[in-house]
């Protein structure tokens, strides 16, 4: 456990970028003149504006406190194939909707049965595969990991990957229990640049019994900054369907 005066000099750090970020947004809205009035800036760029500062301020400053740091994935997996595009191979008939679906799959599990909830798992630092390189721009990433539930069954085990500087570990953990998707998509910006799918065989996990289970990537980008996405389907998916 760090020492309390590192935590207090965390939290003060935080407490100083979010006026400073608060600052950040009232210039992005003056910027935004129309018929000379101001428009507040939207949800999106107040997030990218509280996430370079939030980057400069607390990436030096260590974990933020309140996070859950990992050192390990939370469900234990080996790829049986190689990724490729969904079209490029037979798909299960029930999961191809899923496999394939080019916009939000939070909204598509929400319309699928009621309950849905975000479990948060955390976040870990990692140096990223040498395939993963080419796409984020660097080789030091860091992976939030969460689990999308449908009332009481988990349905998707997903972990975004993205570039260290991209985005500082204290904003991860500001996200809180909000899917990343649903900033992502509600960007006009936002750009998918990749959808891949492949098989895994996945070890027994309290989401999960040992399973070969279908998972998909999906690279994409919000205002450059790159988000390499991973859904991994549970069993539960259709569990939770039939529950209804």
Request: hydrophobic fraction near 40%; proline fraction near 8%.
């Amino acid at each position: 456990m760090a020492p309390s005066g590192v935590r207090q000099s965390r939290a003060s750090r935080a407490y100083r970028a979010s006026g400073m970020a608060r600052s950040c947004y009232k210039r992005s809205a003056s910027h935004s003149c129309a018929a000379g009035q101001a428009r507040q800036a939207p949800p999106f760029l107040q997030f990218l504006c509280f996430l370079r500062i939030m980057s400069a301020l607390l990436t030096k400053a260590g974990d933020p406190p309140g996070v859950v740091v990992k050192s390990d994935p939370s469900v234990s997996f080996v790829q049986l194939d190689p990724w490729s595009t969904p079209d490029a191979r037979p798909l299960p008939d029930a999961l191809a909707p899923w496999l394939r679906e080019m916009g939000s799959l939070t909204q598509r599990l929400r319309a699928h049965a009621p309950g849905f909830t975000l479990e948060l798992l955390g976040y870990r630092e990692l140096m990223l595969d040498a395939t993963v390189v080419p796409l984020l721009g660097e080789s030091h990433g860091l992976c939030r990991e969460v689990v999308l539930h449908a009332g009481d069954r988990p349905c998707v085990y997903g972990w975004t990957l993205l570039p260290a500087r991209g985005m500082a570990c204290a904003t991860l953990g500001n996200q809180g229990e909000t899917p990343l998707g649903e900033l992502v998509f509600s960007h006009r910006g936002a750009q998918r640049h990749l959808l891949e799918v492949a098989r895994f065989a996945v070890e027994r996990s309290r989401w999960s019994p040992a399973a070969t289970l279908w998972g998909r990537r999906s690279l994409l980008a919000l205002d450059g900054v790159p988000l390499l996405v991973h859904e991994l389907f549970l069993p539960g998916l259709f569990d939770a369907k039939e529950s209804v």
